[in-house]
């Protein structure tokens, strides 16, 4: 082995000059900002348009400069015959456009992921490179020429830690690290798969499915930038807990411009984190609820029993039941939404009424002179209650609500539930929505249409916002004493014009009917059949990328088979792809776990862990009274270990009753450590900690974990939490499956 110092010397120098492009780069778009800024909302449409295109684009452009300041070079390839090549996280050239460096999504990067010594596409050595902050602190070299000669070989730095491990052994910081300098191959095949279609990523735990996904996104705006940018990517997790987790991954990648969101709140308007009992969450994912959801629509377009009479100004009409028939029948042909549809209704009766109104006048009226007989008859109480009746207007949530507060509505279209499954789902009127109802509700807003009463109410607020302005901008000239060459009604147009425009991802995000070009799915598994239909809304071409193990699933509406999922919304256009190496779980924690899950029945996929802990595994059997003093002693043990300066991130999970109890408890033992968005200690369940990793993770009471619908999964979950050591604490006896060696810890 050679000694460091030369290596870090040239590859220093290296990362400097990169790096003083970068802020050469970043200088440069903030003062074209800057001149754009200063320039104004003055001038034409079509100049103020220009200046705010151009504002935006460099905004986005010093975000992702800014973003990607970390670790911005991290590899090298030196090949037979073509000059060296250094990867990072952005491409990067030089005033006379010479690279200086390669994005890691572009196809010449593509040999550092997948050169192999037996298939080596012309490289000779990879070279790793380790930095802290903007300093080379190592470097690691892999031999893929096997011919090399001995000079050759002396001249690489082969000890030291891989970069891999590394990664894998760093404390947690409670947001999730992207992998860009440590995609192994069979991630890379996947990250860099046809964006045509669904691809479903399957992967037990601590595989990078998450990891892969997001990576993906980066990559295939990258590759297919025309395709996506217009239309955006829509990334959908478990939790809100679990988007704070992965916020950050996508800006360090270059990216900038994907809808980051949850089911929960998925439907703008509407934003829920509540949630039903397992039994009612099965209820209402079942894919029946389209159809009870279309009928309980279509029940709100009757035609009436009898004829209706009315008088208006003198002149007997009639509501006639076939008139009633032929009008729905000419609404129901346009193919539009029930309260988008219903204004045909209303017109087509309205204008058999005026006939029957002019038929019963003693003279002749014109066509263009009936508005004033329409708008009399249209205001005439008895035929707004007789036509509402008919073609009822109702809001989505109003739908819905009723389905569930009104047993007779939920009986009328959904008789194929049985009574006690109908008693299940009735609730209170005006309840809170719950996760589970964000699905229906999209649903019905389907079917019903817009109700464009918010779109009324935001024109009239910005009316009164405009009135304002004008009327600032005339006590502005009024008041300024000197000549103006302009009038009240352009200077309040230009402070209206200042204002920030909304990013792609923005408008995206608040417009229930805008249609993204991909869909990431993560935690797949969870999602009902009626929440697919709400994504595949968002995405008529279904290209998806799916990630999720069904050996995990905790929710009885989610799957255990995607194919029995996937197939009847997907067709043949998916495929599904498997991720086999496990980079979290040390060997004995993901070996027991595994053994547990298929004791339990769960249908595993099979891993290999690429590293082992010695003890890290452990069980703690306990009494009721010694439960909260034993694990506050182990919690100060596990503090002690794995936290260190805000880096480290410990999960104490156990059932949800159990959790309600000893919580409160818990968190006064060290409270400083359990505050905030991003605690140090995590009191959580199953569900809260899905997706995420800790250092060390403290499972309570698997046996009584295991009660639940779902609980082989939650006990399979927690146990693969630990990128360290699991401490399982329980009362003596553990489930099937789960064995506890003979010297117990503690």
């Known amino acids: 082995m050679t000694d460091q110092a030369p290596h870090l010397s040239a590859e220093q120098d290296r990362l400097n000059s990169v790096y003083q492009r970068l802020d050469e780069m970043r200088q440069t778009t903030r003062d074209r900002l800057a001149s754009v800024r200063r320039a104004g909302p003055s001038g034409s449409p079509q100049n103020r348009s220009e200046r705010d295109s151009f504002a935006t684009l460099y905004e986005d452009r010093i975000a992702l400069l800014d973003a990607v300041e970390d670790r911005l070079v991290f590899g090298r390839l030196d090949f037979d015959k073509d000059p060296t090549r ?46 802290q902050a903007r300093t080379i602190t190592g470097v ?41 300098a440590t995609i192994q191959t069979e991630q890379d ?31 295939l705006l990258y590759a297919h930038r025309k395709l996506l940018e217009r239309s955006g990517v829509l990334l959908v997790g478990p939790s809100t807990s679990f988007i704070r987790y992965i916020d950050q991954v996508l800006p360090s990648l270059g990216e900038t411009g ?102 019963d006048m003693p003279y002749e009226i ?51 539930l049985s009574p006690a499954d109908r008693a299940l789902l009735h609730r209170p009127a005006n309840a809170p929505l719950t996760t589970a109802d964000i699905p229906l509700l999209d649903e019905a807003l389907e079917l019903l249409g ?42 309040a147009q230009r402070f209206a014009d200042s204002g920030p425009t909304l990013t792609t991802a923005e408008r995206a995000i608040k417009d229930r009917t805008w249609t993204f070009a991909h869909v990431i799915v993560d ?15 968002r995405c008529p071409t279904r290209s998806f990328t799916i990630v999720g193990d069904v050996a995990q699933t905790s929710s009885l509406a989610g799957t255990t088979s995607w194919e029995r999922m996937l197939t009847p919304l997907f067709k043949e256009l998916w495929r599904i792809r498997e991720l086999t190496i496990n980079y979290r779980t040390p060997a ?10 298929r004791a339990q029945g769960l249908r595993v996929s099979e891993l290999t862990s690429a590293r082992d802990i010695d003890g890290a595994l452990t069980f703690l059997p306990v009494s009721p009274a010694t439960l909260i003093p034993q694990i506050t002693t182990h919690l100060d043990d596990f503090v002690e270990r794995y936290i260190s300066q805000d880096v480290g991130r410990i999960a104490i999970v156990m059932p949800p009753e159990v959790h309600a109890e000893i919580a409160p408890l818990l968190a006064t033992h060290r409270p400083e450590l359990v505050s905030g968005n991003d605690p140090l200690v995590t009191l959580a369940t199953p569900v809260d900690v899905k997706g995420l990793e800790y250092d060390g993770v403290i499972l309570v009471d698997p046996v009584r974990m295991l009660e639940a619908p779902c609980g082989a999964s939650d006990v399979f979950v927690t146990m693969t939490r630990a990128t360290k050591q699991l401490l399982v604490v329980h009362y003596g006896q553990l489930p099937t499956g789960l064995t506890a060696p003979n010297k117990h810890d503690g």
């Open 523 to 537: 935690e797949a598994q969870e999602l009902s059949h009626m929440a697919w239909r709400m994504l595949i809304r």
């Open 588 to 597: 004995e924690i993901a070996q027991a776990a595994l053994t547990f899950a």
């Open 258 to 359: 994907v809808v980051s969101t949850t089911i929960g709140s998925l439907v703008p308007g509407h934003t829920t984190n509540a949630r039903d009992t397992p039994a009612v969450e099965k209820l209402k994912g079942d894919r029946r609820f389209a159809t009870f959801i279309k009928r309980a629509v279509k029940a709100r377009e009757r035609v009436p029993q009898h004829d209706t009479h009315v008088r208006i100004d003198g002149h007997d009409l009639v509501i006639r039941r076939r008139d009633i028939k032929d009008a729905m029948f000419k609404a129901r042909r346009t193919n539009k939404p029930h309260n988008i549809a219903r204004a045909t209704f209303v017109k087509e009766m309205l204008h058999r009424l005026a006939e029957q109104y002019v038929a």
């Open 189 to 219: 095949e996947i990250i860099r798969s046809d964006v045509h279609g669904a691809l479903v990523v399957q992967g037990g735990p601590g595989t990078g499915k998450t990891a892969v996904a997001l990576h993906r996104a980066a990559y």
């Open 86 to 131: 250094y990867i990072g996280r952005i491409g990067l050239s030089d005033h006379d456009h010479v690279s200086l460096l390669t994005d890691w999504r572009a196809p010449a990067a593509q040999p550092f992921y997948r050169a192999t010594a037996a298939q080596r596409d012309g490289v000779k050595r990879r070279r790793h490179l380790i930095t």
């Open 450 to 491: 817009e109700d464009n009463h918010m779109a009324r109410q935001e024109s009239r607020a910005q009316e009164a916002a405009r009135a304002e302005a004008l009327e600032y901008a005339r006590q502005v000239l009024e008041n300024s004493g000197g000549n103006w060459f302009v009038d009240a009604d352009t200077l």
């Open 366 to 416: 014109a066509p263009e002179d009936r508005g004033e007989i329409i708008e009399e008859i249209r205001t005439h109480r008895d035929v707004k209650i007789a036509l509402n009746i008919a073609w009822f207007p109702i809001s989505a949530p109003k739908l819905i609500d009723d389905l569930f507060a009104k047993p007779h509505r939920l009986e009328q279209v959904a008789s194929e």
């Open 140 to 180: 690691e070299d892999e031999i893929l020429d096997l011919n090399l000669s001995k000079d050759d070989i002396e001249d690489l730095h082969l000890s030291g830690e891989g970069a891999l491990l590394a990664a894998m052994s760093a404390g947690r910081t409670g947001r999730m690290n992207d992998i860009v």
